[in-house]
């Protein structure tokens, strides 16, 4: 099917202006962009659907690299139909595309987990799943944050051969500690295989960032949390990746995780390009209910998070991507950068050549978005899955 959205901002992810522009979609890639001049001068067939963005922002399908469970679904409990089911509900908030993130465990339970995960892709009915990230096991137990610490490892090979066997190669990006005995025979084994690393919980000295970033641990996992933080005498892991313009940063844009006059000091030490906003989010994230689990504990959402019900420690974010990126601007960044944080950059880092911006040849994972930031239309390379801005689309698919 032929497809124009127009009379829409169009935030293409590489360039954005304020007038009313129109995508054309052909066989489930972006065709062409144009302005809405244009568009009312040329004349389309009765082949092409015609879909009015109503003067909404029109922009790439945002992509969350770090993201552990969704109302009630997730990596926790981990079935195939849950993790589809996670599919179809993040792409009612404009997720086109994620990495379900995996806490390590037992290792016959985290092969179980990810030929579990494996066995969803391909049947996406919504966001499409690009690969697993493991949030461990190689991390320090000096900085576990919510993991358990008879799940943690040192480098091993062996181990990631396996788990990468059980995954069929799809394991996207991984958490691990730099400084760990190990980890730079462990990183280049990982970087020969494309697997995205990032340095996370981890209790690294200045130095053992450095020495990461030469075997090409160059991405951070949700920068400041579970990590060596800054201090004159030793920068530790916040202050290298500061430091070094090469490192990019997930970080969970919540006001609870990072405070948000943090993101100022962001916004002046650190390129636009490195940035990606990442929810983190536990599986009762947006589920309804008296009782809420996550990894297997009770938890209650409070302050703006989740804490666990037993001892009242955060037990992880609630974030949303769209919500994401409506703190991101009320935090002073342009709606044009926040595209950038969430789609054109993760899509960059995680290396998926033809997904995070709204350009000839590029996935047509478009969404349109209002200006309080609500999502009215998603569509995943060329499949409409949520569409308000027809009154009449529900029907018309149920015919």
Known sequence: MTICIHNGIVL??????????????????????????????????????????????????????????????????????????????????????????????????????????????????????????????????????????????????????????????????????????????LALHCIEKGVILQAGHTNAQYENIVEGIQVGILHSTHFFNAMSQLHHRNPGAVGAILIHPEMSCEIIADGVHVHPDLFKLLSRDKNRAQIVLVTDALTPTEQKGERLFANGEEVVFKDGCFHRKADDVIAGSSLTMKKAIKNIVQYGYPLSDAVKFACVNPARIMKYTHKGIIGPTYDSDIIVMDKQFSIKLVMVEGNIVKNKLEENYETDNKK
Not at 24 to 42: A, Q, Y
Not at 168 to 178: K, S, Y
């Open 12 to 185: 293409t992810g590489l360039t954005s202006n304020d007038q009313r522009s129109a995508v054309l979609i052909e066989d489930s890639k972006v065709k062409d962009t144009f302005s809405e001049e244009r568009f009312e001068k040329m004349t389309f067939g009765p082949d092409v659907r015609l879909i009015d963005a109503k003067g909404n922002y029109i922009m790439p399908g945002l992509i969350d690299t770090h993201i552990h469970g969704f109302k009630g679904h997730g990596t926790d409990t981990c079935t195939t139909e849950g993790i589809l089911q996670m599919s179809k509900d993040l792409a009612q908030y404009g997720v086109t595309a994620f990495n379900p993130t995996m806490y390590p465990s037992s290792t016959e339970d985290m092969k179980a987990k990810l030929k579990t995960i494996v066995a969803a892709m391909g049947h996406e009915e919504g966001a499409k799943i690009m690969g697993v990230h493991l949030e461990g096991p190689f991390i320090s137990p000096e900085r576990l944050g919510v993991q358990r610490p008879e799940t943690v490892k040192l480098p091993d090979i062996k181990l990631f051969d396996e788990l990468w066997d059980a995954a069929e190669g799809h394991i996207v990006n991984m958490t691990v500690a730099p400084e760990l005995k190990g980890m730079r025979e």
